[in-house]
């Protein structure tokens, strides 16, 4: 048989407001979903590919997997960089920042 249950399993993740589970993120989860977001848009893509040209330029010894955690690590922060400095980056991609 075992111990039944809890209704309240569900609400544990965060504050139930009427039909409404908040859940509180911190800022890596918002961060990890930002560059989330960012490598998934076309627009980004070229942004992506220099950023880790420039990353193995400046650590060329670094192994591949060292090389993405600081891609991952960096890139929202440096693509910001680029994209307020540049005049003709697209609405988009500004807004998205």
Request: a positive charge.
């Given at each position: 048989m075992g111990v039944p249950e809890t209704r309240h399993d569900r609400t544990r993740g965060g504050?139930?407001?009427r039909g409404y589970n908040v859940v509180t993120m911190t800022q890596q989860d918002?961060?990890?979903a930002h560059l989330y977001i960012l490598n998934n848009t076309?627009?980004?893509?070229p942004y992506i590919r220099t950023h880790k040209e420039y990353l193995t330029s400046?650590?060329?010894k670094m192994n591949m997997m060292k090389l993405l955690q600081e891609h991952n690590?960096?890139?929202?922060n440096w693509f910001k960089e680029?994209?307020?400095s540049d005049d003709?980056?697209?609405?988009s991609?500004?807004?998205g920042v």
């Open positions: 504050k139930g407001t918002v961060s990890q076309h627009e980004v893509v400046m650590h060329p690590r960096t890139f929202i680029i994209i307020f003709n980056a697209s609405k991609s500004v807004e």
